[in-house]
């Protein structure tokens, strides 16, 4: 079992940016893929972002491609996801999640094993 802690959230101005971690800890060594999935209020989770800790391959929703961008760092076993030119339509509850095996196509929240607790990303106009 994984667990994962994200931090980072909060209030930012349109435009602006913020840096989202994702600390995970318990058996990591059977997770390869990490991801980045949102939620607003009234809507169903969305994908954002998805990476291979082996092969640094990446995904990202085409709403989000050259505005965020997904990274990991495994001798910390964290997940980051840097978002900038924010837009008031990013905000939502952002969560991290965890699968054992990467594909550019794993998109659904259903095809993560381990989740986070999420954090809030307010962004005003």
């Known amino acids: 079992q994984v667990q994962l802690v994200e931090s980072g959230g909060g209030l930012v101005q349109a435009g602006g940016s913020l840096r989202l971690s994702c600390a995970a800890s318990?058996?990591?060594?059977?997770?390869?893929?990490m991801g980045w999935f949102r939620q607003a209020p009234g809507k169903e989770r969305e994908f954002v972002a998805a990476i291979s800790r082996s092969a640094g391959l990446t995904a990202y929703a085409d709403s989000v491609r050259g505005r965020f961008t997904i990274s990991t760092d495994n001798a910390k076993n964290t997940a980051y996801l840097q978002m900038n030119s924010l837009k008031p339509e990013d905000t939502a509850v952002y969560y991290c999640a965890a699968a054992t095996y990467y594909s550019d196509y794993r998109r659904s929240p259903y095809e993560y094993d381990s989740w986070g607790q999420g954090t809030q990303v307010t962004v005003s106009v």
């Open positions: 318990g058996r990591t060594f059977s997770m390869d893929a």
